[in-house]
């Protein structure tokens, strides 16, 4: 059992009641706008959020490198970060992710609360070198932690792009940067969620997409080998 279940086991009982969305909270318009709601389920195509979640990322890495360009600050250089950004974009790295990793919509909504908290504890620009690695740890630590099912590290790490080796240690950096504060409000989410669709409403074209981690066949799901369907590979880039 690695840290993140134990911590997830003992704030069952607590998470529970503060995070879980109760039957009416579901049903209210923005819930139900970001594809979070009940009524959301069975609908085929992705979430809302997810779309949202990637276009808030993508404003986010080209404000910061055009920052960083400008005024030739380099940032911190932490585990997260890799030599190159390959061939992915944000939007099909986070759709890959809710493909294959079968985590609720709203795991993606705690991710962003996660990674606003790492940001802000490390003082590091998100780019497109780190976002990536962000993500897929955001995202595995909030299926963790909110999920009553999720898969081990390993299936993370191929879901990632990443090493089982890296994705522990990504996992215990991203953990102990956050001082293992994981608990989030039914506030927190909501307000996050009101963000979210805001940021939306005064979204402008994005300039470029940013490119990362180039697709190479492989490895299969655990459901999809069932199914016998291919289960596409990629590599993350080198660090």
């Given at each position: 059992m690695n840290i993140t279940q134990e911590i997830s086991q003992e704030a069952m009982n607590s998470k529970m009641s503060s995070l879980a969305l109760e039957t009416d909270a579901m049903g209210s318009e923005i819930y139900l706008a970001l594809g979070l709601s009940e009524l959301s389920k069975g609908i085929p195509e992705a979430p809302?959020?997810?779309s949202l979640l990637s276009l808030l990322l993508e404003r986010y890495v080209q404000k910061n490198e055009k920052l960083?360009?400008?005024?030739?600050?380099?940032?911190?250089?932490?585990?997260?970060?890799?030599?190159?950004?390959p061939t992915l974009s944000i939007r099909q790295y986070i759709e890959r992710i809710?493909?294959?990793?079968?985590?609720?919509?709203?795991?993606?909504?705690?991710?962003?609360?996660?990674l606003d908290?790492?940001?802000?504890?490390?003082?590091?620009?998100?780019?497109?070198?780190?976002v990536h690695r962000l993500l897929i740890t955001s995202?595995?630590?909030a299926a963790k932690f909110v999920d009553d099912a999720f898969f081990n590290n390993a299936y993370y790490a191929k879901v990632g792009g990443?090493?089982?080796a890296e994705m522990n240690s990504l996992e215990m950096d991203f953990l102990f940067s956050l001082d293992f504060r994981l608990h989030v409000t039914v506030d927190a989410f909501r307000r996050n969620c009101v963000q979210l669709e805001k940021e939306a409403s005064n979204a402008y074209p994005i300039e470029r997409p940013i490119q990362v981690c180039g697709l190479k066949e492989g490895w299969q799901s655990k459901g999809e080998v069932e199914d016998g369907a291919k289960f596409r590979r990629f590599s993350c880039g080198a660090v």
């Open positions: 809302r959020v997810l960083m360009e400008t005024t030739k600050k380099r940032g911190t250089i932490t585990i997260f970060h890799g030599l190159r950004a809710f493909k294959y990793s079968s985590c609720s919509p709203s795991c993606f909504v705690v991710a962003h609360i996660y908290r790492y940001l802000q504890k490390v003082d590091v620009y998100l780019t497109s070198l780190n995202v595995m630590i990443v090493s089982t």
